[in-house]
């Protein structure tokens, strides 16, 4: 039986409109109409930096201590189910569209059951949690319907995508199309976009981090762990696909990519503050966003781990890069 089908009780081959018939959640709680298992699906937010930075701003700030950081080694589907880690924010790499597309052309309706064959970190984490999964692709509101389309589905660039097609002078499509959340990004966008940014302060590129959102869930099952209820939350984060363009050598990808990882490792950790003022836990795995196939450097993911430590030096968090051993 796979993953899927322990779930819901049903193969997911029936195809994408009676799956949407089959569920529903119900107080929190994914309900299938051929399985009495209710896993809580978690609370989901796509939340912008800016939204974050206020929260924490209206709860106090940070102020639990310096930050400890370290190295966990695991598997990150097996670090969900670890009892350390119970309750923790977990990062977990993925596409724009908050899904596990292994490229462009897949789209939601090819469903999430192939996310088993593919063994990087974000399917990993997304099976850990697959209740919260299957509700992003099929029931999450999108334009107030249920559930992500080819036509149809959530964007976490959209906004600082809005901001630099005002700023530069050009409509968003000429900058990048957004590909079942892959922003493959044309060789005249990243002129413009780079030119830009050249041409900024800190105060407006903080401005533009703030305009990135990420998939916020919150209090997601492990539907992994049947014996008893383990909850997590997780933050689920893009890069720029580099590697995915016709041109992944052009010089424009690092300042925007570099002001997207920025961006993301802030938001992940101000998420892991707010997870940590609310009694839950201070720890929080961070992944290699950006790295591996989508070809963001490491000097520029670990740069981008670097400023967010800095911008909340004394918030008391556990902060651990998983790696895999």
Do not use: K
């Amino acid at each position: 039986m796979d993953w899927f089908s322990a779930i819901t009780g049903f193969d997911e081959r029936v195809g994408y409109d009676e799956v949407q018939r089959r569920l529903s959640v119900v107080d929190g709680r994914l309900r299938s109409t051929h399985s009495d298992r209710a896993p809580r699906v978690g609370t989901l937010e796509l939340v912008s930096v800016a939204e974050l930075r206020a929260r924490g701003d209206a709860t106090g700030g940070a102020a639990g201590g310096p930050n400890r950081t370290g190295v966990v080694v695991g598997e990150a589907r097996g670090l969900h189910r670890d009892p350390r880690f119970e309750g923790a924010l977990i990062q977990a790499a993925s596409q724009f569209n908050l899904l596990e597309m292994v490229g462009p052309s897949v789209t939601p309706e090819a469903g999430v059951t192939g996310y088993a064959h593919d063994h990087t970190q974000g399917p990993a984490c997304a099976l850990a949690t697959g209740a919260a999964t299957i509700f992003r692709n099929y029931l999450v509101p999108v334009d107030g319907v249920p559930g992500q389309r080819s036509d149809r589905q959530l964007d976490g660039l959209a906004d600082l995508g809005a901001a630099l097609a005002a700023a530069t002078h050009r409509p968003i499509g000429s900058l990048w199309t957004m590909s079942n959340g892959y922003a493959l990004v044309t060789s005249g966008g990243l002129d413009a976009i780079a030119d830009h940014l050249a041409g900024l302060g800190e105060e407006d590129l903080d401005r533009l981090r703030g305009l990135l959102r990420i998939g916020l869930v919150t209090d997601a099952e492990v539907t992994d762990v049947t014996e008893r209820e383990v909850l997590v939350s997780q933050a689920y984060c893009s890069g720029l696909p580099v590697r995915y363009s016709d041109h992944p050598d052009h010089p424009g990808w690092e300042p925007f990519a570099r002001l997207v990882l920025e961006a993301t490792y802030e938001a992940t950790l101000l998420a892991a503050i707010a997870n940590a003022r609310r009694g839950v836990s201070a720890t929080v795995l961070l992944t290699r966003v950006g790295g591996g196939v989508f070809g963001n450097r490491s000097e520029w993911i670990d740069d981008a781990v670097a400023r967010a430590l800095a911008v909340v030096p004394d918030a008391g968090l556990e902060v651990l890069t998983v790696r895999r051993g």
